[in-house]
């Protein structure tokens, strides 16, 4: 076998061998790209291109920065297609760039915060610790596991719960639209957090009553309290590991189950199982990986995932053995435009 360096060969011409050293080294240098989007967040740049195209010594002024490092960094970001800068060495807004901006619908600034944040680089940074232990590093880094830091950490619990409504927002739309859901009946939203899918739903189908069920600090700042709303929904805090709502006739589970190790989401499922009304279904809403070796974001939450909590994101046949122990069965997986799917389950 074969095993020189192609690039150790200067007359050998191969050219795919450089490009794939070349990647290589590209991606080495990925946390560049995460440290560049957070400074435009937190320099509000999409913000200033907004209005239209400028320089970045017009953006220095106006942000306090310096010309030169920031024309650097806006120029790195302008290769990853976030901005773009033209032949007269102005910046332009693109539509990644506008995900960038704040206050507008479907912004991904407090997402991108969220991410970029320590208590997301710090753990993936120990990814070789997790990788010979098989735990999370997220306790050895941060002292603490990651729901109970949260728990002890409100400045975290703040940023975690925007940055996870941003995070979640484009999904809940078309979740709503594309699930079919019952003209009548009680939709529970099991860690709905604030309540935007759930606000989705029943605005989509005016015949359901809903329920939000998270624990109480992810409660404070519901996004339900809409005048057509009005009476529709309840807030109910809780611990789903403890007991959930009664009687819903869909349990909605988004984002959940990724964050905990099979025995906790069986007993998540379990108590939806428990709890649902004849003829019930329940919706896992995630991220599910398929077999094979295409790219999918699946694939990319579920190395995160598992720097932080015990969890992982599962594809269709974990999903079932997930099922069957918590007396589910699936009927089917509805994919979205999104990054996650929704994967339907009945009692059995």
């Known amino acids: 076998m074969d095993t020189s360096n192609p690039t150790d060969q200067p007359g050998r011409s191969d050219a795919a061998a450089h490009a794939a050293a070349a990647h290589v080294i ?19 740049l999409a913000d200033h291109l907004a209005g239209g ?25 302008a290769s990853r297609g976030v901005f773009r800068e033209d032949g007269n060495g102005a910046f332009h807004m693109t539509p990644a ?60 619990r703040e940023l975690f719960d925007t940055g996870m409504a941003a995070f979640s927002e484009p999904l809940d739309d078309l979740v709503a639209g594309a699930y079919p859901f019952p003209a009548r009946g009680t939709v529970v939203d099991v860690g709905g957090g604030r309540g935007g899918l759930l606000r989705q739903v029943l605005l989509r189908h005016p015949g359901l009553t809903g329920v939000l069920f998270d624990q109480a600090p992810a409660l404070r700042d519901t996004v339900l309290d809409d005048a057509e709303l009005a009476g529709r929904w309840r807030a109910e805090p809780g611990d789903f590991f403890t007991s959930i709502p009664d009687g819903g006739d869909v349990y909605v589970l988004k984002h959940v189950l990724h964050d905990w190790d099979d025995a906790s989401a069986v007993r998540i499922l379990s108590g939806c199982r428990r709890g649902l009304a004849p003829e019930g ?22 190395v995160a995932m598992m720097t932080l909590v015990p969890g992982k994101a599962r594809g269709p046949k974990e999903l079932d053995v997930l099922f069957a122990r918590a007396g589910l069965r699936r009927t089917r997986i509805l994919p979205t435009p999104a990054f996650a799917a929704i994967v339907e389950a009945v009692a059995d």
Do not use: C, W
């Open 26 to 44: 590209e991606q080495s240098l990925g946390h560049l790209y995460s440290a560049a989007l957070r400074t435009a967040v937190l320099h509000h």
């Open 53 to 77: 195209p400028r320089t970045a010594a017009e953006l220095a002024r106006r942000t306090g920065t310096d010309a030169g490092a920031l024309r650097r960094t806006l120029r790195y970001l």
């Open 97 to 156: 760039g506008q995900f960038l901006r704040a206050g507008v619908p479907g912004s991904l600034r407090e997402a991108v915060l969220m991410l970029t944040d320590d208590i997301f680089v710090r753990s993936s940074s120990a990814l070789d610790e997790t990788v010979r232990t098989g735990a999370p590093a997220f306790p050895k880094v941060f002292g603490a596991p990651f729901f109970e830091y949260l728990k002890d950490d409100d400045a975290t």
């Open 281 to 302: 279904r329940v919706l896992v809403v995630d991220s599910v990986p398929e077999p094979g070796n295409d790219p999918h974001p699946g694939k990319t939450l579920d």
